[in-house]
T-cell receptor, first 112, second 113 residues
């Protein structure tokens, strides 16, 4: 019940295209859903996050869509750029804790 | 402002040995959490410390332990190393023990041979 399932495992997108990564969770007590971006040799960096009382959050080219009833959330990267090539992790957690439950990761490659 | 600093960056140990990894959080941050990252298991939570107290512990054997000092620096120790302990160990710090404000270090790459 603590799992977060993420798909796809890898994604290849043309420059300018839309990248979509999906995650699903089971524990309805989760109340914070962040996305992290990780480049090789670096630690994960917070990209964007959402709480379950909001259905969508947009920051620049990055948008989270959240479907509370389906217990699913997704990351959309609009106008994907080669610099977006990285591994993306969705996560879930409870507020007032640093314990993150991570998805399995998606390796995104954006070709020019 | 300096980020989260983990030392050493790389480490090679032999099976059966023990290892200690260090994490210096961002100045003023009182919470430190540790994660293990492997290709097979992904990112898995190890422990969380806040003001020297362990608040949460992940599902790892007792060979994995940690502590936090009064200056918020944290160490984790793995005893009786196994080949499967080879991983990137990541530390994250936050100011008030809230993941919304957590920043990760670059990690320590541990290889057990």
């Amino acid at each position: 019940q603590q799992q977060v399932k993420q798909s796809p495992q890898s994604l290849i997108v043309q420059k300018g295209g839309i990248s979509i990564i999906n995650c699903a969770y089971e524990n309805t007590a989760f109340d914070y859903f962040p996305w992290y971006q990780q480049f090789p040799g670096k630690g994960p960096a917070l990209l964007i996050a959402i709480r379950p009382d909001v259905s969508e959050k947009k920051e620049g080219r990055f948008t989270i869509s959240f479907n509370k009833s389906a217990k699913q959330f997704s990351l959309h990267i609009m106008d994907s750029q080669p610099g977006d090539s990285a591994t993306y992790f969705c996560a879930a957690t409870f507020d007032n804790t640093d314990k993150l439950i991570f998805g399995t990761g998606t390796r995104l490659q954006v070709f020019p | 402002k300096a980020g989260v600093t983990q030392t050493p960056r790389y480490l090679i140990k032999t099976r059966g040995q023990q290892v200690t990894l260090s994490c210096s959080p961002i100045s003023g941050h009182r919470s430190v959490s540790w994660y293990q990252q492997t290709p097979g298991q992904g990112l898995q939570f190890l422990f969380e410390y806040f003001s020297e107290t362990q608040r949460n512990k992940g599902n790892f054997p007792g060979r994995f332990s940690g502590r936090q000092f009064s200056n918020s620096r944290s160490e984790m120790n793995v005893s009786t190393l196994e080949l499967g302990d080879s991983a990137l160990y990541l530390c994250a710090s936050s100011n008030r023990g809230r993941v919304t404000e957590a920043f990760f270090g670059q990690g320590t790459r541990l290889t057990v041979v």
